[in-house]
């Protein structure tokens, strides 16, 4: 940045030029004296300022414009300070129309009337003119330096706002660039949370197969159906007699779940009288057992019913011993769970069974069971747990199941029974109530359908065991009472 020094002359030093030849030489001779010395003072001035001002534009990039400004105007004031002290002494213009004016000025400033010991300088026309194109020129460079200024204040307004704009610029590109790669990683995020959220699904059903309070009849069915095979004979049937008790050591995880099993009994037990209120049995009491689920879904979890009443034409005492001896029995090949020995009327086993199907295929499932019996005064409630584990083309698939099954005299007497006296005309009642849900641990391309294939497995020998169930324990009751009425036969 130029610096320029402004540079003001005052009336006192240019000289008016009078008419009167004597007053222009005097005029002429001071002028000449100290516009000589002014001269020579201001180019000292300019001669000290001009490096600095050389160098400021070497580096005009870090001046400061307000420093700048600063200096200009000290410089200003000290130019003006300095042309007023080495100007001339006031002389007084001397005017054509006032010739006396014009002499009286020349007779003050003659040699005469000089103070001795104070010469005046004179200026010849030269210098004189000299010095009014210097005090232009100090001009045009005083204008010139304030155009300089006002175009630096605009240059610094100017590159404040473009800085500004640079800085909204750059900001708004990092949020694009934000934007950009949070929208790439937008579908990531999204398949990821799918996965997580089928995976918790498939846990949380997982969970709720092990251990949720349902359960299946086709379960205790197939338990029973060990036993049925055997009760055929009214001698001594096969299936009743005690089986030998394998003394093979279980895995960690059948541990944990006979263990998880057995705790759940109790509050199961709890349940009854609220189980078989809510399912209401609206069916009259027929002669034989009938395993009829019904398929239900309750949030979002599809699982079977189902509910029965068989009245038997004996009378409690008798039915609870026939029943026990059926619910209790173990079937060929089990293997009992050592942590139930502790517990009174409580049984916990493991063994296999098949079914098969009419085309002449045979699917074979593993079944974890648990089970106790509750003696009350008046009624005998089984309450069991367990978990079907298909085998072969069913491998993975599972059936978690609860159920209760209650024993009570009937308040109603049997017709039949009364009519034909035997046992003095009472009864007993048997309800049972059961569910089960059929589903898929692990991977399969045809999940639905093998989980339908399976709970028709489930369904199927459900009802084969229940009616099988019905014939043993006719065949007990038969020996143990030697007669039962016709009519009761299916």
């Known amino acids: ?40 003072e201001v180019r000292a001035l300019l001669g000290d300022y001009e490096a600095p001002l ?9 001046t400061d414009g307000d420093a700048l400004l600063l200096d200009s105007h000290r410089l200003l004031a000290e130019t003006e300070a300095l042309l007023s002290s080495f100007s001339a002494p006031s002389v007084a213009p001397v005017s054509v129309q006032e010739p006396e004016a014009s002499q009286s000025t020349a007779q003050a400033t003659s040699p005469q009337n000089t103070v001795k010991g104070s010469p005046q300088p004179v200026q010849t026309l030269d210098e004189r003119r000299r010095a009014a194109r210097n005090a232009q020129a100090a001009k045009r460079r005083v204008k010139y330096r304030q155009r300089l200024k006002d175009e ?24 694009a660039k ?27 059903t997982q969970q709720e197969g092990l251990r949720a309070a349902v359960a299946s009849q086709a379960m205790v069915l197939q338990h029973m159906k060990g036993l049925l095979h055997q009760i055929l004979s009214v001698d001594q049937p ?23 099993f057995l705790q759940e009994l109790e509050p199961l037990y709890a349940q009854t009288d609220e189980v078989f209120d809510a399912c209401g049995l609206e069916r ?23 509910k029965d009443t068989m009245q038997i034409p004996f009378d409690f005492p008798r039915t609870c011993s026939a029943v026990s001896k059926l619910m209790l029995n173990d079937p ?10 502790n517990s009174k009327n409580t049984e916990a086993m493991k063994f296999r069974a098949k079914y098969r199907w009419d085309s002449g295929e045979v699917a074979h499932m593993t079944i974890y069971t648990a089970m106790k019996i509750y003696q009350e005064a008046d009624r005998l409630v089984y309450v069991w747990r367990a978990l079907t584990e298909g085998q072969g083309v069913f491998a993975g698939m599972h059936a978690n199941e609860t159920g209760w099954f209650v024993v009570r005299p009937s308040t109603v007497a049997d017709e039949n029974v009364a009519g ?43 009802a084969e065991e229940a009616a099988e169930l019905t014939r043993t324990l006719r065949n007990l009751l038969i020996r143990d009472n030697g007669a039962v009425s016709a009519a009761t036969a299916p």
Request: charged share 25%; glycine share 8%.
């Open 1 to 40: 940045m130029v610096v320029i020094v402004r540079v003001c002359v005052g009336n006192s030093s240019l000289s008016t030029f009078s008419p009167n030849p004597f007053v222009r030489i005097q005029q002429s001779n001071m002028e000449e004296n100290g516009d000589a010395a002014f001269l020579a």
């Open 54 to 62: 050389i160098q400021e534009e070497g580096h005009g990039t870090a």
């Open 152 to 175: 630096w204040q605009l240059l610094r307004q100017q590159e404040s706002e473009l800085s500004m704009e640079l800085s909204n610029l750059q900001k708004a590109q990092a949020q």
């Open 178 to 204: 934000a934007l950009r790669g949070s929208s790439l990683a937008l579908p990531v995020w999204r398949t990821i949370a799918v996965l997580q959220r089928e995976k918790r699904r498939e846990v949380e």
């Open 238 to 260: 096969e299936r009743l007699k005690p089986c030998e008790n394998h003394a093979v050591r279980m895995e960690r995880h059948e541990t944990a779940l006979f263990e998880d």
């Open 284 to 306: 009259e009491p027929s002669a034989s057992l009938f395993f009829m689920p019904i398929y239900r879904k309750h949030q979002g979890t599809a699982y079977f019913e189902s």
């Open 332 to 341: 060929i090949g089990c293997q009992h769970f050592d942590g139930a020995k």
């Open 420 to 462: 034909n006296g035997a046992n003095g005309g009472v009864s007993t009642l048997l309800e049972s109530y059961s569910r089960f849900v059929p589903m898929h641990l692990g991977k399969s391309s045809n999940c639905k359908g093998a989980v339908d294939r399976f709970a028709e497995l489930m369904m199927r020998s459900g």
